[in-house]
């Protein structure tokens, strides 16, 4: 790495199906938004050969962010893979969004991938959702490396880059965060920064030149020495410290020289074991130009210290009734194990589901397997079937190329599995196999919607359906209460796409309308109340009169009906009758609309007729009397509430604790956990949390993160109850 010469592409033309596990990387490119990482994705096709120019193939459309609605928002909102080739070594590149609304797709692509490249912005820096996402794969151990781009940028600055990621990626061990190069500076511009024309390899001593538009090999003048040397003496130190061989650091403090091979190899499995994390450089190519600035040298890292996928720990596999099941993973000749990790829709092939095979082989035409459990909370249902996958292809852009299987390893498009959705498990049809789901972030922003128009009405239910089956991040509710249709979203961003998914894909156009909460009523004290039900119109007529007491309980009482009628005042086979129109009326409520709870309806006495008596009688006499006596009672407004858990850093812990105050919170307590980072517990109205997740991000600048359940009904203040019935006044 860094020793090895490459004057041409790897590989020209196109990325096709691995033969072997050894022979495939799968690499996800991790970031803020506007970091660079598809600029760089398209510029490391541009060096494989993999496209003609900067970003373009033969139609001209980009490798990454080729859809429409990416172009109208002028971000990656989804996850995209990019197949490349270098010096026989298939590079599954998975480009993936920075926006935090988009981290379903960021997790999907860690699920895909067996090592991560985190691309930082010379100009930006380091941002805390970064960090955050550092952490998540430090946890499963996955071997990363960091790229820094836009050096073009002013005042941007290589080593002082360099040591913020050693700050903010190191930890205890900062030495295990270290560049493998050094930038080379042509003559300054105009206004006075000096371009970053090559590197400088500090293992190799070589000056590789870029300013041509090909990577030149050189050897470093007398003025890059001073710099070179002492870089390569922290970076060997660096090396050594995390090398197997034990006997290796005493030898070099001894004053042994230790020779480059052995540098290389032990950089490489110290990479690959996800203990030292190399710092690289990269720019895209010029015009004209066929290589981008380190695009090489990244590319040599990623096929010889990236790990292959029979180094990674596949997750764990059972049968669809939960019983383990022990396979050798990564194995083409093992049974089929793969799981969807997105899918998508187009207009022309229909669903196209992209999967990572884990074990076995996937063929084209195959009857497989699918399993889908899990996410019944969020509009998906159960699901376990028999289908036969159409033609499978690897993308490229918008074109889907075929290939004629898939191995254990590698990544590719499914066509025409129409029941499969995005963590589903893909196995042998004689041998069902289900992996465990990867975490999913919980969608707290409600997006309330209903169809424009009837033409729409008909086609949103099916819409809504593919929706959620494409993004295991989006919870679609039917809420019984407020009767609204509510998509659950990650944030704003997030819900823009999906309404725009809406139109654009299915054809349906909804009108967003404000997110009811589901309030709920109860008497303030004791009321009494009498339904008389007399009707006499010639025939048989209506007779009911029954009289009630009406009391409050203990929230979380429900109603109860207690039968107090002594004498046969009510006859017996009418008391149920009764307590039927009671509860039925409660469900309507008795002074907003909200279902009534937590009363006790006492039935104390009444009158029949033995004629015209009958069950509808007295079941509209029962409601007419919990109408009169709400009527002349205190009715109070019950409002939900939530308990709220915030994780968030230390700086903000204040900011956040005063703006749940602010939203009528009660905070239960605090808990120092790892990382600098708080949680705070809190109980807090429902109704004041709807936008949460957007200001809680802007609070924090993106590091927290929350989640919320539902704690009960308590009754709101007056001054709040009286605004929001002004409120309802108003809009009727």
């Avoid at 040397?229 to 290796?248: F, K, N, P, Q, Y």
């Avoid at 600035?293 to 180094?311: A, C, N, Q, S």
């Avoid at 229909?350 to 884990?358: K, L």
Wanted: glycine share 10%.
């Amino acid at each position: 790495m860094g020793d090895k010469t490459h004057t041409h592409p790897g590989a020209a033309g196109r990325a096709t199906a691995a033969d072997h596990p050894a022979s495939v990387r799968n690499v996800v490119l991790v970031g803020h938004s506007g970091s660079g990482k598809t600029t760089l994705v398209e510029a490391l096709a541009l060096t494989t050969g993999a496209v003609n120019r900067a970003g373009r193939v033969e139609d001209g459309g980009c490798v990454s962010d080729y859809d429409d609605m990416e172009h109208r928002q002028q971000r990656s909102v989804q996850l995209s893979l990019v197949p490349v080739e270098w010096d026989g070594i298939k590079i599954n590149l998975l480009d993936t969004p920075g926006y935090a609304d988009f981290v379903g797709e960021l997790r999907a692509g860690l699920r895909a991938a067996d090592a991560a490249l985190f691309v930082v912005s010379a100009s930006d820096g380091v941002d805390g959702a970064t960090r955050m996402v550092w952490e998540e794969c430090a946890a499963v151990g996955m071997p990363r490396a960091i790229v820094i781009t836009h050096l073009e940028a002013a005042r941007a600055d290589f080593e002082e880059m360099t040591r913020i990621c050693a700050e903010a990626f190191g930890g205890d061990d900062p030495d295990a965060v270290l560049p493998l190069y050094l930038p080379l500076h042509g003559p300054p511009a105009p206004d006075g920064h000096a371009p970053v024309t090559g590197l400088v390899g500090l293992l190799s001593r070589k000056l590789f030149d870029y300013a041509s538009g090909e990577r030149v090999a050189s050897e470093p003048g007398e003025a890059e020495l001073p710099q070179l040397d002492e870089a390569r003496s922290l970076l060997i130190e660096g090396i050594i410290s995390e090398s197997e061989d034990e006997t290796l650091m005493e030898r070099y403090l001894g004053g042994e020289q230790v020779d480059v091979k052995t540098l290389v190899e032990d950089l490489e499995r110290a990479v690959a074991r996800g203990v030292f994390f190399p710092v690289l450089a990269a720019a895209p190519a010029a015009d004209g130009a066929r290589q981008g600035l380190g695009t090489v040298e990244l590319l040599e890292l990623i096929t010889r210290g990236f790990p292959t996928p029979l180094e990674r720990t596949a997750p764990r596999v059972t049968t669809p009734e939960g019983a383990g099941r022990e396979l050798r993973m990564c194995d083409p000749e093992e049974s089929l194990v793969a799981e969807v990790v997105k899918t998508s829709s187009d207009p022309y092939v229909g669903r196209i589901s992209m999967v990572r095979v884990f074990s076995g082989t996937l063929r084209a035409d195959q009857t497989v397997h699918v399993s889908g459990h899990g996410m019944t909370d969020r509009g998906h249902e159960d699901h376990d079937v028999d289908e036969r996958i159409g033609a499978l292809s690897t993308p490229f852009g918008k074109q889907q190329r075929p290939v004629p299987h898939v191995i254990a390893g590698d990544l590719a498009c499914v066509a025409k599995l129409t029941r499969a959705e995005t963590g589903d498990t893909l196995s042998a049809k004689d041998d069902p196999l289900l992996m465990a789901p990867w975490e999913m972030p919980d969608p707290l922003l409600p997006l309330a919607i209903e169809a424009h128009s009837k033409p729409d009405e008909d086609k949103l239910s099916q819409g809504l359906a593919r929706l959620v089956a494409e993004d295991p991040t989006m919870r679609l509710e039917h809420n019984q209460d407020t009767h609204q249709v509510v998509l659950w979203c990650l944030g704003e961003a997030h819900a823009d796409v999906a309404l725009e998914r809406l139109r654009s894909r299915y054809g349906v156009q909804v009108d967003v309308v404000p997110h009811r909460v589901a309030l709920r009523e109860t008497f303030g004290g004791r009321a009494a109340g009498r339904g008389r039900h007399v009707k006499q119109s010639g025939g048989h007529g209506q007779y009911a009169i029954c009289e009630i007491e009406v009391e409050p309980l203990p929230g979380g009482s429900g109603i109860e009906f207690v039968d107090k009628v002594v004498g046969g005042a009510v006859p017996r086979q009418f008391i149920p009758s009764v307590e039927k129109g009671v509860r039925a009326q409660a469900a309507k409520g008795v002074a907003a609309g909200h279902p009534l709870i937590d009363v006790r309806v006492t039935l104390l006495d009444g009158k029949a007729h033995s004629v015209d008596s009958s069950d509808a009688a007295f079941q509209t006499a029962g409601a007419l009397a919990l109408r009169e006596a709400a009527a002349d009672a205190r009715i109070h407004l019950l409002e939900p509430v939530a308990e709220v858990s915030v994780l968030v850093g230390d700086d903000y812990v204040g900011a956040v604790m005063s703006d749940l105050s602010g939203r009528r919170g009660k905070v239960l307590g605090t808990e120092q956990t790892s990382g600098g980072r708080t949680l705070i517990r809190a109980e807090v109205p429902e109704i004041e949390i709807g936008r949460y997740a957007v200001d809680l991000r802007s609070l924090s600048h993106g590091t927290a993160r929350f989640d919320r359940r539902y704690a009960r009904h308590e009754p709101m203040p007056a001054q709040v109850a009286d605004r929001l019935r002004e409120e309802v006044r108003v809009a009727s």
